[in-house]
């Protein structure tokens, strides 16, 4: 159904309607007041009263207007109707999701700035680029959806990922969103919900495993294990982690930057700002460590020129193989960071200081995630967790070995 609607700029009022499977916007000279609107109104409801009936002839009532060359007949006659002029056609998807862009990186993480470029580049603009931004329908917006959910992908059905599939979808929506606002019309991304998630499984390690894969692994990653399953730190913290942000007097990692593609950047979000107390065995890995890399490198682990590791390359050729050789599991690195969380939480600690180890800005995730390993407690020091780690001693010594290569 049309609507009479305002132009912002001018304050005229337009038609906004849709005909022939098309959407259209016929702007008026009339000022935006009660009697206007209710002329055009009026002959709104004369155009959809035709439309129904299969007689709406569009130069009859748009004798003048530009939107008769998207229609393949059109029959000019002279009109009593409200002067009407040309409207205001809406640009290129191609070129407003540029304009869009442009304008909106600035306030992105690099790492964001890539990956919303990337889905503009690879699906958006092959699917929308050629097309008027507003002529864009909720129709469009679906089929584009269900072609996307076809598409091979590494989710577990061989085929992209509902995740993945709501990461594009909620960068068209905020295009075609900022569009409907700077042209004044109704957005056709209306009632389109996000795909639902199945819910997280980790598969996290027992403290007994943990001790296994430490004593196994090779002399050079012993230390960066170390702190990966003791700290719950994320990969990209670990890889980036650098010797101006360990404070070894107060016995604490600070967590300022991610390694995302080779380069340090902020943390995934505020929250993710924190201090780590280094527990146990922790604070003894990063006195080994910095005997070995602390003077070749402002990483604290990282290769033997001094650069930061390849977590690809590293879970391809130490990871997986060690998991293999004991005869555990194969599963993703990232459970050394659900192996800290579990750990903490079965130790007694409290939830909502687990969290703030963790980075995460509430408990909500912490209990959605974790919530069968999370025990009535009230403490929130670390202690629990340092007498858990107590209890545990190395059954080897660590070796102050530099990284290689993996």
């Keep these: 159904m049309g609507k009479v609607r305002v132009r912002q700029e001018s304050k005229k009022l337009f038609i906004d309607f849709r005909f022939d499977g098309q959407r259209f916007r016929e ?9 206007n609107r209710k002329q055009l109104e009026q002959l709104l409801q004369r155009m959809e009263a035709k439309m129904l009936l299969g007689e709406f002839n569009y130069a009859e009532f748009f004798p003048n207007s530009s939107n008769l060359q998207k229609l393949k007949t059109h029959q000019p006659t002279n009109t009593a109707e409200p002067q009407v002029v040309s409207d205001l056609d809406t640009p290129l998807f191609n070129d407003f999701s540029d304009q869009w862009f442009d304008e909106s990186k600035i306030q992105w993480r690099a790492s964001h700035v890539r990956n919303v470029n990337s889905i503009l580049d690879s699906s958006l603009k092959p699917a929308f680029g050629k097309k008027p931004i507003g002529d864009i329908t909720k129709a469009d917006i679906l089929a584009f959806r269900a072609k996307l959910a076809k598409r091979k992908g590494r989710g577990a059905t061989g085929l992209v990922s509902p995740k993945t599939i709501n990461s594009h979808m909620s960068i068209l929506r905020m295009v075609l969103d900022e569009a409907a606002e700077r042209f004044d019309y109704e957005t056709p991304y209306k009632n389109i919900k ?30 960066y294990y170390t702190v990966r399953f003791f700290t719950g730190m994320r990969t990209g913290e670990v890889d980036g982690l650098k010797w101006k942000n360990i404070d070894f007097a107060k016995r604490e990692i600070l967590v300022r930057e991610t390694l995302i593609n080779g380069e340090t950047e902020y943390t995934k979000t505020d929250g993710s700002q924190r201090e780590i107390p280094m527990f146990g065995q922790v604070y ?13 490198s402002k990483y604290v682990f990282c290769n033997q020129l001094g650069q930061p590791l390849d977590h690809n390359n590293v879970t391809k050729r130490v990871w997986y193989p060690l998991l293999k050789s004991l005869g555990l599991t194969k599963r993703r690195p990232y459970q050394t960071r ?15 200081w ?19 390993y999370v025990p009535n407690a009230t403490r929130m020091d670390g202690s629990a967790f340092e007498r858990l780690l107590g209890n545990t001693t190395p059954t080897k010594p660590q070796k102050e070995q530099r990284h290689e290569t993996a």
């Design 27 to 35: 702007q008026t000279l009339l000022d935006d007041n009660a009697k």
């Design 194 to 223: 996000p795909l639902k998630l199945q819910k997280t499984h980790i598969e996290p390690f027992s403290l007994h495993e943990v001790q296994r894969i430490i004593d196994n692994v090779r002399p050079d990653y012993c230390n």
């Design 284 to 296: 003894d890995a990063l006195k080994t460590q910095y005997a070995a890399t602390g003077h070749m």
């Design 338 to 352: 659900h192996t800290a969380a579990t750990l903490f939480l079965a130790s007694g600690e409290n939830p909502e």
């Design 354 to 372: 687990v969290a703030r180890m963790l980075g995460h800005s509430s408990t909500e995730m912490l209990f959605k995630v974790y919530s069968r």
